[in-house]
């Protein structure tokens, strides 16, 4: 399915991943071939590269409009390298850096999403969301959507086609955080977007490149009017410790426009900048224990504005019999170590699942933001 090593990004690799060569350094991970560069910029990105290593291999260009565009380049040249040309010629330049719905092998127990019953007080929530209409606009850009008999979720696009096969290990990850929010806001009128590479290889990862976000983001702005709270459990680290090229251009447009951003705060027990979840203006979101301890997982850091219970919790998830693959052993550092998990096939047919991760404390704040907003909507 992937070649290369697996995940955790703890070593320099290279993997292919949907048809994408990903390139895993030490805490950051970018695509193979491509930088990322302001659109008005890339006609002279264009002929710099061409000229110092069109020779060698095709160069060419991906531009929607959104501001930032694409630079391919088929010659085996590092994009880290081609960077630095660029911005010696002063052109703002970055990697096409790759994050990851913010999941990570140091859930607690197995670090799989275990079966389980919901609180009457969170099946009460949910029933009430059912009946309700309108309310304060959460959008929402994740895995995708399963459909739900507790769930009153619109999808905008895509959606709700699900990115993730059932083997994946963040497969049903939008589905419980949706269920969370609709559990702290229940009239929370809740629309979902699915980011990702759209293949099955980088499914097991759930990855989505910065570009891809940011243009996802753009996707939401434009399609859904007066969002109130926009959730991003995605995340990842970049090779200058600043923000995301693309995606820290359009976070910065979401808060203009009036949009409260939360983002998870990422689950590998570092200090170092977790983006978009450490721009300037966006709540980032660190986990706690059930009895409010920080989770051994859960990043810090000055830029970490505010915790929530996000271990041990219960939401909605996918319903019916998932076969998983098998997990090796792992953890962030500060945690105990987590056992190999063989593969096998676990019974969903509550609907509910046990989970762990930073994705759910920032789902449970979006859902109490939305709920200050309700006499607003």
């Given amino acids: 399915m992937v070649k290369g090593r697996q995940y955790p990004h703890n070593h320099e690799d290279l993997v292919t ?166 559990s702290e806001c229940p009239e929370a009128d809740i629309r979902m977007l699915r980011a990702g590479f759209a293949s099955r290889d980088s499914n097991w990862f759930g990855l989505v490149t910065d570009v891809e976000l940011a243009r996802t983001i753009d996707t939401a702005l434009a399609k859904i009017r007066n969002i109130d709270v926009l959730n991003l459990s995605i995340g990842g680290y970049t090779h200058d410790g600043r923000s995301l090229f693309a995606t820290g251009r359009s976070v910065a447009k979401a808060i203009r426009l009036g949009v409260t951003v939360v983002a998870g705060a990422g689950n590998d027990g570092r200090r170092d900048a977790f983006y978009p979840a450490a721009d300037p203006g966006v709540i980032a979101v660190g986990s706690l224990d059930s009895k409010g301890a920080r989770s051994c997982f859960s990043n810090t850091g000055p830029w970490v504005d505010l915790q929530a219970i996000g271990e041990d ?7 019916g019999e998932i076969h998983r693959m098998a997990l090796p052993e792992g953890g962030a550092p500060g945690c105990p170590p987590q056992p190999a998990v063989p593969e096998q096939t676990v019974d969903y047919n509550t609907g509910f699942a046990r989970w762990s991760g930073t994705s759910f404390s920032a789902a449970r704040i979006s859902g109490a933001i939305a709920r200050t907003r309700i006499d607003r909507s």
């Fill in 313 to 319: 919790v219960v939401s909605t998830y996918p319903i």
């Fill in 17 to 182: 991943v949907g048809g994408k060569e990903v390139i895993f350094r030490d805490g950051y991970e970018y695509v193979a071939g491509e930088v990322a560069v302001a659109s008005e910029d890339l006609d002279r990105a264009l002929e710099i590269l061409k000229r110092s290593i069109g020779k060698r291999g095709e160069v060419s260009s991906d531009a929607d409009g959104s501001g930032v565009a694409v630079v391919e380049f088929t010659a085996d040249s590092d994009p880290l390298v081609v960077v630095r040309r660029l911005e010696s010629a002063g052109i703002a330049a970055s990697p096409n850096h790759v994050l990851h719905t913010t999941w990570h092998s140091t859930y607690i127990g197995t670090g799989q999403p275990k079966p389980a019953k919901p609180s009457r007080w969170f099946r009460d929530q949910l029933n009430r969301s059912l009946k309700m209409e309108g309310g304060p606009l959460v959008a929402v850009i994740d895995t995708g959507i399963t459909a739900h008999p507790n769930l009153r979720v619109r999808s905008v696009g895509r959606a709700s086609e699900p990115l993730t096969d059932p083997a994946s290990k963040v497969y049903g990850h939008g589905t419980f955080v949706a269920g969370l929010i609709a």
